[in-house]
Every structure is written in C-alpha cells, then in structure tokens.
C-alpha cells in the first residue's frame, strides 16, 4: 500500500457508552496513522443533544486510555473537549454551508415527521414549494439519483456508486435548526484537513451522500480524501452491535474485569478471523494486512 495520508480521525458519538465494533474502527484507524505517519485527530460528534450525555463523553476518553489508542489533535479530556472542541463552537462554519445551499436553491423545506414517512412513504414536499422559514421543518438536499458518484479508497482504487434510495433527498439541517450529521461530518472532515476516513461498510451509503453534498457545495477537496469501510461485527444474537450498557460496551468489559488484550481478542474472535491480537496493531492487522 502506498501511504498518502497526513491526518485521519476518531469521530465517535458520545450516544451510548462504546462497544467493540467502535473499538474495531479505533484500531484500523491508529494502524493506518502508524503504518503511513499520519496524525489521528480524536473529533466528538455531540450536535444530536437529546441523545449526547457527558456521561459518555467521559466514556470516550476512558475507553481510548483503556486501550492505549493515542491521538495526536483534540482534547485531551472531557472538560478540553467541551472547553473547546465541541461541534457547538463550530456552528458559524456548519450555518455558511446551509446558506450556500439555500442561496442555491439546493434545497427544500420538508414538514414531515418519521410517522409520516413510514405510514405513506418518500418525501413529497419537494413539490410544494415550502418556503425555508416554515416552521418546523428541516431541509433536504435535493439530489441526483442519476449522477455516478465516484469514491477514493484507501488503496488507491476508485469505487463507483450512486446514491441509494434511502438516502435521496436525504437531510442536512433538522427541524431543531442544528445540522444534520451528513452536512456537520462533511464541513468537519473539510476544517481539520482529514485525508483519511475509517468507518463500517453500513456507511457506505452515507459515505455516497456526503460526497454529492460536497459536490453541492461546490467543494472538490473532498473528493481527495481516502475511505476505508471495514465489516461489521455482530451480537451473538445476529444483530449488529450498538451502543449500549450491556456486555458488548467496553464499560462493562472493562469493569467486570477484562484486561485490553482480552478485549481485542474478543473482537477478534467475533470476526471470525484466522488468528488472535492482543492489541490494537494486530486486530487490525486482521482486515487490513501489511
């Protein structure tokens, strides 16, 4: 492989306390950082306030100590994160680009609620013509469905795709007024000079959205930065692992008494890999070899 990247980064959600599929990405991530020289910047997404908690602020940095998974950029503890690390000292940047795409006309005023899309299906609010100051009402990018989309990834190949119909039309400023995680981790990613972004394959289809709003935007830098989309591991039960309090969180591990290299063993395990890792460099060493 040839290393190209200068920076990449941890952007976890402080919505649930971390669990091992996070712990997974955290390990890719700080393998590639190593093997290429890069710089990891540790980057919290806490815009969503009715699901952030500071108890799992504090939990993001507990796990990444745990583990000895060290970054180079950001705070360096809960009270730096919030001090000044916050997406909410980066309003001002996430507002121009939800102004350009309104200046645009890029986007639409949607009035519906989740019940709404599920009772009767896609969006139809694009046809009615609501002005952008309606109340209650978040705004949709209007998309291309037609348009390829053409992905950078970290081996260098370009990967071909177009936008999912889930994601059509899809949001980028809530009913709150706060923008929505596409728009937020774009304008992000763009700040701190990311050229490297690791993530599950269940994002890829994020990973095409974010790439037409950029293009919306009128950005081409973004199309420079590298992706890598790793499996997903599942609970015993099949499902895929969320955040949670329960016996896949590192909270729990960590507590009932599981040293980190039974933790990387255990993820190691769960992908059902030939061979073992005591640490983060050999569990990623599973699903992106040297």
């Not at 394959?201 to 709003?213: E, F």
């Not at 016996?247 to 073992?276: C, D, M, P, Q, W």
Request: glycine fraction near 6%.
């Amino acid at each position: 492989m040839i290393c190209q990247f200068k920076k990449t980064r941890l952007a976890p959600t402080p919505s649930g306390y971390l669990h091992l599929g996070n712990v997974l990405s955290f390990s890719i991530t700080a393998a590639m950082a190593r093997k290429c020289a890069a710089k990891i910047l540790l980057r919290i997404d806490d815009l969503d306030r009715t699901r952030a908690d500071d108890r799992y602020v504090q939990d993001i940095f507990d796990t990444l100590n745990f583990l000895e998974i060290a970054w180079d950029e950001g705070p360096a503890n809960a009270k730096e994160f919030i001090a000044g690390y916050s997406q909410f000292h980066r309003l001002g940047g996430y507002n121009d680009a939800l102004a350009r795409l309104a200046d645009g006309k890029l986007v639409f005023a949607c009035t519906c609620s989740r019940k709404d899309l599920l009772a009767r299906g896609p969006c139809l609010c694009k046809d009615k013509h609501f002005p952008l100051t309606t109340e209650n009402a978040s705004w949709r990018l209007i998309t291309d469905d037609t348009q390829e989309l053409i992905v950078k990834n970290y081996d260098g190949r370009q990967i071909h795709g177009f936008l999912p119909e889930e994601m059509r039309d899809f949001i980028v400023r809530k009913k709150d007024g706060y923008p929505s995680y596409q728009l937020a981790s774009v304008a992000d990613d763009l700040f701190y000079g990311a050229d490297l972004v690791v993530r599950g394959m269940d994002l890829w289809p994020s990973t095409l959205a974010q790439h037409m709003l950029a293009a919306a935007l009128g950005n081409d830098q973004f199309n420079q930065i590298a992706f890598l989309h790793h499996p997903l591991l599942a609970e015993p039960s099949g499902l895929k692992m969320s955040k949670s309090a329960g016996a896949t969180s590192i909270k729990y591990l960590r507590e009932s008494g599981k040293s980190k290299a039974e933790v990387f063993g255990l993820i190691a395990s769960l992908l059902g890999k030939h061979g073992n890792a005591s640490n983060w460099n050999e569990l990623a060493a599973l699903i992106v070899p040297d």
